[in-house]
């Protein structure tokens, strides 16, 4: 079974411009979470999705906003690049979400430089 | 609300030699609880987690972590550590039987191994 994707690996944008980032979960799994991961802060909830529809939602700015897609696909945006948006950022999928006894299974993260 | 303390950032730690990583949490309900472990420049993997039944559960790569339920804590242990064991791991806590709760995770704890 592949495992969790994401996709581009690493970027690099200057501030006040948008990035898109997608994560392709294993197949089956109903819900996607995506995470900001930082040497200061550590690993900071964004939201999950779950069958389309988000689920939860951390405490990140409105310029954070995701979307999940029928085949389970999501991508996350980010509007207006702060240089504090730069971070690792994470996916992880599940079959039953977050709230659950399920294991998420993460993608290798994507890196995101903002100069 | 509820919590999750590692209390500490970092544990060096000799090759060969036992090693414990703590984690409390706070909680008024039963629970679901996880370890996961990222290596270096990777996403996170699951070591273990404690669902229910025997408060001793087993992971890969020789890790174990008892459930206390009466000190809320959940620790990590091995008994003897080798330099592949360089990592950040981190414990996160779920509300079972609560679909929409999202896990909480610690901070980590960075594993330093010195040869």
């Known amino acids: 079974k592949a495992g969790v994707t994401q996709t581009p690996r690493y970027l690099i944008k200057t501030r006040g411009q948008q990035v898109t980032l997608s994560c392709s979960p294993i197949?089956?799994?109903?819900?996607v979470s995506w995470y900001q991961q930082t040497p200061g802060q550590g690993l900071q909830f964004l939201f999950e999705?779950?069958?389309?529809?988000?689920?939860n939602k951390g405490n990140f700015p409105g310029r954070f906003s995701g979307r999940q897609f029928s085949n389970s696909r999501s991508e996350m945006n980010v509007s207006t690049l702060e240089l504090g948006d730069s971070a690792l950022y994470l996916c992880?999928?599940?079959?039953?979400?977050?709230?659950?006894?399920?294991?998420?299974?993460f993608g290798p993260g994507t890196r995101l430089t903002v100069l | 609300a509820q919590s999750v303390t590692q209390l500490d950032s970092q544990v060096p730690v000799f090759e060969e030699a036992p090693v414990e990583l703590r984690c409390n949490y706070s909680?008024?309900?039963?629970?679901?609880l996880f370890w996961y472990v990222q290596y270096p420049n990777q996403g996170l993997q699951l070591l273990l987690k404690?669902?229910?039944?025997s408060t001793l559960v087993k992971g890969i790569n020789g890790f174990e972590a008892e459930f206390n339920k009466s000190q809320t804590s959940f620790h990590l242990r091995k008994p003897s550590v080798h330099i592949s064991d360089t990592a950040e791991y981190f414990c996160?806590?779920?509300?079972?039987?609560?679909?929409?709760?999202?896990?909480?995770w610690g901070a980590g704890t960075k594993l330093i191994i010195k040869p």
């Open positions: 999705y779950f069958s389309e529809t988000q689920r």
């Open positions: 996160a806590v779920s509300r079972s039987m609560d679909s929409n709760y999202q896990l909480i």
């Open positions: 197949s089956g799994h109903r819900s």
């Open positions: 909680s008024s309900v039963s629970v679901y």
């Open positions: 404690y669902l229910s039944g």
């Open positions: 992880a999928s599940s079959y039953s979400g977050t709230g659950s006894y399920d294991t998420q299974y």
